[in-house]
C-alpha cells in the first residue's frame, strides 16, 4: 500500500473519511490507478456506492454548451435576451440595505453571454448529455435523478473520469478541435484574473473553497473547462494543468503536459474540508511522482 493509500484508510479508521474513490488515467485511456472504499446503506464496506458529483458536472455543462455553439443552437458571445428575455431585468446588486433589507442594485449595460442548452436544445440537460456525452463515451451509471432512474450505484471509472479522458485526448466524437482550444483556453482578461485571485486570497475560507486549497502565490485563471493553475507546482502538477471540484470535497485534475488525469471523490461535508483536500493532495503527488514527468 503506497504512502496516499495509507493516509487514506488512517482518515477512515478515525472516522475522518467514510468512503472515498480514486482514479487516474491518461489519454490513450489506460487506468493508471483505481481505489473505490465506501459504506453502503447496511454498513458495510463495498466498493461501489452512490456518489453526488456537484460542480464536476460543470466540465460536462461546458462539453454541452460548446456542442451547442458547433451544432449553431449557440453563439458564445450573442446577448441570450432573446432566449430569456427577462434575464437582467433586476440589473447587478451593488451592495445591500440593511435598513430596507433590500439590495441595492444598478443597471446592467453588459450583454449577458450566458452559455444556454436546455433551452437551444430544446431537450432537457440530462436527456442532452445522454445523448451527445454519456453514450458516445459509454457512460451509464450517471444521473440527476438517482431514485427516478433506479441507480443505485455509480462507476467511476466510466463517468466523470471518462470526460476527463475524452478532453485530455480531444475526443473528436464529442467536440472538433477548435472548440476543445476554446473549452481549455484562459477566459479572463488580466483584469478580472487578478481580481478572481484577489477574491481567493481574501480569506482562508475563500482560498480553501473557490481555491481549492491551492497557495496563494499560484497563480490561477479559469477557462470553460475549470480552474487552471498557471505555474507548476513542484512534485504535484506542471503549468496548465486545470483543476475544479465539487462541494462534498471532491476534486478533479488534468495535467495536459504530463498526459494524465485525475479524481477523487467523497461525500464529506463542510465544502472542500482542508483536511479531506489534503489527502486528495497527496493522491495527486502520488500520481505525479508515478506518472508525472511528460
Excluded at 484562459?186 to 487578478?194: A, D, R
Aim: net charge negative; aromatic share 10%; proline share 5%.
Amino acid at each position: 500500500m503506497v504512502k496516499f493509500e495509507k493516509a487514506y484508510e488512517q482518515a477512515r479508521e478515525n472516522g475522518i473519511l467514510p468512503g472515498y474513490a480514486l482514479m487516474a488515467g491518461n489519454k490513450d485511456g489506460l487506468v493508471l490507478d483505481g481505489k473505490r472504499r465506501a459504506i453502503s446503506e447496511d454498513g458495510l464496506d463495498s466498493p461501489f456506492h452512490i456518489c453526488a458529483i456537484a460542480s464536476m458536472t460543470k466540465l460536462m455543462a461546458a462539453i454541452a454548451a460548446l456542442q451547442c455553439v458547433e451544432a449553431g443552437q449557440l453563439d458564445l458571445d450573442k446577448s441570450v435576451s432573446d432566449m430569456l428575455p427577462t434575464i437582467g431585468k433586476y440589473g447587478i446588486i451593488k451592495s445591500f440595505d440593511d435598513e430596507k433589507n433590500e439590495a441595492v442594485t444598478v443597471p446592467n449595460t453588459t450583454p449577458i453571454t450566458l452559455r444556454l442548452v436546455e433551452l437551444a436544445a430544446r431537450k432537457t440537460l440530462e436527456d442532452y448529455m445522454a445523448e451527445k456525452i454519456w453514450e458516445p463515451l459509454c457512460i451509464k451509471d450517471i444521473t440527476f435523478y438517482p431514485r427516478k432512474n433506479h441507480i443505485w450505484r455509480v462507476d467511476l471509472q466510466t463517468s466523470i473520469h471518462s470526460a476527463q479522458k475524452a478532453v485530455l485526448s480531444h475526443d473528436t466524437k464529442i467536440l472538433n478541435e477548435e472548440s476543445w482550444k476554446e473549452l481549455l483556453r484562459p477566459q479572463l482578461t488580466e483584469q478580472t484574473k487578478k481580481a478572481f485571485n484577489d477574491y481567493i486570497n481574501s480569506s482562508p475560507i475563500h482560498s480553501g473553497y473557490f481555491g481549492m486549497c491551492f497557495p496563494s502565490d499560484l497563480p490561477k485563471t479559469f477557462s470553460f473547462a475549470g480552474m487552471v493553475v498557471e505555474e507548476g507546482q513542484e512534485g504535484r502538477m506542471n503549468k496548465g494543468t486545470v483543476y475544479w471540484g465539487g462541494v462534498p470535497s471532491e476534486a478533479w485534475y488534468i495535467d495536459f503536459e504530463a498526459g494524465t488525469c485525475g479524481i477523487a471523490t467523497c461525500q464529506i461535508m463542510p465544502p472542500m474540508s482542508p483536511k479531506i483536500m489534503q489527502l486528495h493532495e497527496q493522491f495527486q503527488r502520488g500520481m505525479f511522482e508515478k506518472f508525472g514527468n511528460p
